[in-house]
């Protein structure tokens, strides 16, 4: 039987320690993706036991970055599940109960040594460029004694007894067999001295207890896979699969994403927070599409999915370990792609807050009308008023000089102004099979070229010197509204003579 078809049960458990980034909506992308795909449990678990980094709006955050991504979990804090609680530190006893267990196999010792002390440990070593390893004072202290200590009050963490002979073999998913010598694994701390379990501990009970079929994290955590693998053995649990996923690099492919290049990035007008591309006027289909793809692909040209799509072929086979840059390009190439992909209907869902932002009070028969015409141009929604804002103005007023087409003089623009105002006037309607043609026929008459009448025109309807088809803009407009810009159009000129 393959991953495929055993049901999956994975979860995504950020740190609410921030806000919901690229990195994070991958992870918990292909989690999403291998539960829906082999019918398991998507979990969200809230890792919230380092309290000095805590965020205060970072959980719900990380909620509604997840749902705007379409990525719903099964279990979690807020819709309950049998595994629960879902929130770490609601889980606090039970990572002592499990850190008693290895003090009482021997897996794990009580360390008495002060912060003062390890920092004196650490600095010898460093100076000696040793690995900056806990020196293993406390390792063999006996149990009584300690056990004496604490009850005297004197404070202490508990860390992992790691093996200091042999070596230990770890099995990710993507990179297969990694051997590593024990010497280099550390006594880790397990709990603070505060009582509070750290990720090392607090993960690999979690994962178990919650029955967590697959483990997809970043790889930062490749270095201390070691010491979580002995941590399952010393506990004699099955481990899961474990895929470490690709880093992402920087946009120029040139080195790992670091805070100050996320800074910069913000400075250049770029995002890596899930909730800026939604006020970048992305859509979340299109996010999804691009961070698929940042480490995972189906084939060599594939490159549009839907969400459906992606949990029908996804699968941890083509998932690739090496990293990946962040193309912000290709982002805009797939929400153009999304976008055409939607309905009028559905697209009038993102193009209608647009307007709105800019406070028009936005007519539904109206917009029917406008998204067919920007529906090819539009990269990003907040393209739309850059298209079509025209349609919600009362008046249009150029700057003057626009409105003199190429090679022509403003009395000569006028004159042009004026003769369409009379044909336009005598037409039924605006519609391009009435308009269309007495305007070509004056083109004709008057020996310019098209594109110098309809320019003029354009710009005194639109105010723009590109516009959706001029016609079909004009019949949505409608006659009176049309005339009276032109009209405008025919003073402004006459004022530049
Ligand atoms: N809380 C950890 C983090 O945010 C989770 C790592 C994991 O998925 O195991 O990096």
Same mark, same amino acid.
């Given at each position: ?31 999403? $993706? ?27 955050? /990380? ?16 819709? &309950? ?23 009482? %196999? ?19 070593? /460093? ?34 007894? #790691? ?41 690999? @009970? ?11 994290? &970043? ?46 990035? &913000? ?17 979340? /289909?299109? $996010? ?8 995972? %692909? ?52 993102? @193009? ?8 028009? %009070? ?56 004026? /003769?369409?105002?009379?044909?336009? %006037? ?40 590109? #516009? ?23 003073? $402004? ?5």
């Amino acid at each position: 039987m393959t991953d495929q078809i055993k049901a999956a049960r994975v979860r995504y458990a950020p740190s609410p320690t921030g806000y919901l980034h690229l990195g994070g909506a991958r992870t918990a992308l292909f989690n999403y $993706l291998l539960a829906h795909k082999t019918g398991g449990q998507f979990i969200l678990r809230i890792e919230d036991t380092d309290r000095r980094r805590f965020v205060e709006d970072a959980e719900a955050e /990380q909620m509604s970055g997840l749902r705007w991504l379409g990525l719903q979990w099964d279990e979690g804090p807020d819709v &309950g599940g049998p595994y629960g609680p879902y929130r770490q530190s609601e889980r606090k006893e039970i990572y002592l109960e499990h850190a008693q267990k290895l003090i009482e %196999s021997g897996d794990a010792f009580y360390c008495f040594c002060t912060p003062e002390r390890l920092a004196q440990v650490r600095q010898e070593r /460093q100076k000696r460029k040793e690995p900056l390893h806990y020196d293993g004072t406390c390792r063999n202290i006996p149990r009584e004694e300690a056990e004496r200590r604490i009850a005297n009050g004197e404070p202490y963490v508990i860390r992992f007894k #790691s093996p200091k002979e042999g070596s230990t073999t770890v099995y990710d998913e993507l990179r297969g067999e990694i051997t590593i010598n024990n010497e280099i694994i550390d006594d880790s701390v397990l709990v603070k001295s505060d009582g509070w379990a750290l990720y090392h501990l607090a993960a690999m @009970v979690d994962d178990h207890l919650m029955k967590i079929t697959h483990v997809f994290r &970043g790889s930062e955590w490749l270095p201390t896979f070691p010491l979580h693998t002995l941590l399952y053995r010393a506990f004699g649990w099955e481990m899961p699969k474990f895929v470490h996923l690709s880093v992402f690099l920087k946009p120029s492919g040139k080195g790992k994403m670091s805070k100050r290049d996320v800074a910069e990035l &913000g400075g250049d007008g770029y995002s890596i927070f899930v909730r800026d591309f939604e006020g970048f006027g992305y859509l979340p /289909q299109a $996010l999804d599409n691009w961070i698929a793809l940042m480490g995972w %692909s189906y084939d060599d040209h594939t490159e549009f999915f839907t969400l459906e799509d992606l949990v029908e072929k996804f699968s941890i086979e083509k998932l690739n370990p090496s990293p990946a840059a962040i193309n912000f390009s290709k982002l805009d190439h797939f929400n153009g792609l999304h976008i055409r992909s939607l309905s009028t209907e559905e697209l009038k869902k993102w @193009v209608r807050p647009q307007f709105e932002k800019l406070g028009y %009070s936005v007519d539904d028969t109206l917009l029917t009308k406008i998204i067919p015409l920007i529906r090819e141009r539009m990269v990003t929604f907040d393209d739309a008023p850059r298209f079509a804002e025209f349609f919600f103005k009362d008046e249009i007023t150029p700057p003057a000089e626009e409105l003199v087409a190429k090679k022509t003089t403003a009395a000569e623009s006028a004159e042009i102004a004026r /003769q369409s105002l009379a044909v336009l %006037s005598q037409v039924e309607s605006m519609a391009p099979e009435t308009a269309e043609p007495p305007m070509r026929d004056l083109v004709e008459k008057l020996g310019y070229k098209p594109g110098q009448v309809f320019g003029i025109i354009r710009v005194a309807v639109t105010g723009q010197t590109v #516009s959706p088809p001029l016609f079909e803009c004009m019949e949505i407009i409608g006659k009176e509204k049309v005339l009276s810009r032109l009209r405008n159009a025919v003073l $402004l000129l006459e004022e530049l003579i």
